[in-house]
C-alpha cells in the first residue's frame, strides 16, 4: 500500500502478558519513529530509527519496551509483562529523510492496546 | 514540562468564517513547526508546516503564521468547512533532533 501500515489495529492485553506491534512504513522511507498517545494527549516520542539503526530511544518509558527494525524496514515494538498504564494508541510514522528536518512524517493508523 | 502547549482543548466556528488555532512553545532552539490534523481512529494527517526563518506559509485555505519573539504560532483556517471538523495538533521540533514534540491538540467543530 501507499501509506504507513500497522498491526493489529486493536489488541487487548491481560495484564502481564508480551505484546508486538508492527509497523510497515512507506517505502524507501529511511526514518522511522514510534509515538505513544495516552487518552486525551498528544503523541510523545518513543523511539527513532534511521534504517535499521536505532539512534534514538529516549522515549522508551521502561525497559519493558523494546523495539527493532532488523532490515531497515518493518519495525516491532514490543512490550513485555504488560501494564494497565501501558493502555494507549501507539503510533508509527516514516518519513523520506531525517524526521522534522524539512520534510513531514506520515502516521499509520496506529494499534490501540488495552491492557485489563 | 510541556514545551509545546495549545491551551484551547476546544473550538467552534461556523461554516464559512475563519478558524485560528494557536500553538505556544517555550523551548527557543525549536526550528520547525507542523500542524497535523486527526480524524477518530485515524493515524495524524500531516497538514502545514513552517521553517523558523519564515514568519508565513500558505497553502489553500491554510496559514501557519510564526512569531519568534513570542515563541508563539497559528494555523487560519478560512474558510472554514464542516470536514476541518478534527482535531489539530502543533508539533515541533529541533535542527540537532530527530522527533517532533506535540500539544495536546484543539478540537475544531464546523457547523453549518
Known amino acids: 500500500g501507499a501509506g504507513v501500515s500497522q498491526s493489529p489495529r486493536y489488541k487487548v492485553a491481560k495484564r502481564g502478558q508480551d505484546v508486538a506491534l508492527r509497523c510497515d512504513p512507506i517505502?524507501?522511507?529511511?526514518?522511522l519513529f514510534w509515538y505513544q498517545q495516552a487518552l486525551g494527549q498528544g503523541p510523545e516520542f518513543l523511539t527513532y530509527f534511521q534504517n535499521e539503526a536505532q539512534l534514538d530511544k529516549s522515549g522508551l518509558p521502561s525497559d519493558r519496551f523494546f523495539a527493532e527494525r532488523p532490515e531497515g524496514s518493518v519495525s516491532t515494538l514490543k512490550i513485555q509483562r504488560t501494564q494497565q498504564e501501558d493502555s494507549a494508541v501507539y503510533l508509527c510514522?516514516?518519513?523520506?529523510?531525517?524526521?522534522?528536518?524539512?520534510?513531514?512524517?506520515?502516521f499509520g493508523q496506529g494499534t490501540r492496546l488495552t491492557v485489563v | 514540562d510541556q514545551q509545546v502547549k495549545q491551551n484551547s482543548p476546544s473550538l467552534s466556528v461556523q461554516e464559512g468564517r475563519i478558524s485560528i488555532l494557536n500553538c505556544d512553545y517555550t523551548?527557543?532552539?525549536?526550528?520547525?513547526f507542523l500542524w497535523y490534523k486527526k480524524y477518530p481512529a485515524e493515524g495524524p494527517t500531516f497538514l502545514i508546516s513552517i521553517s523558523s526563518i519564515k514568519d508565513k506559509n500558505e497553502d489553500g485555505r491554510f496559514t501557519v503564521f510564526l512569531n519568534k519573539s513570542a515563541k508563539h504560532l497559528s494555523l487560519h483556517i478560512v474558510p472554514s468547512q464542516p470536514g476541518d471538523s478534527a482535531v489539530y495538533f502543533c508539533a515541533a521540533s529541533t535542527l540537532s533532533a530527530d522527533k517532533l514534540i506535540f500539544g495536546t491538540g484543539t478540537r475544531l467543530q464546523v457547523f453549518p
Open positions: 517505502s524507501g522511507h529511511v526514518s
Open positions: 510514522a516514516s518519513s523520506f529523510l531525517r524526521g522534522g528536518l524539512n520534510t513531514e512524517a506520515f
Open positions: 523551548n527557543s532552539m525549536f526550528d520547525y
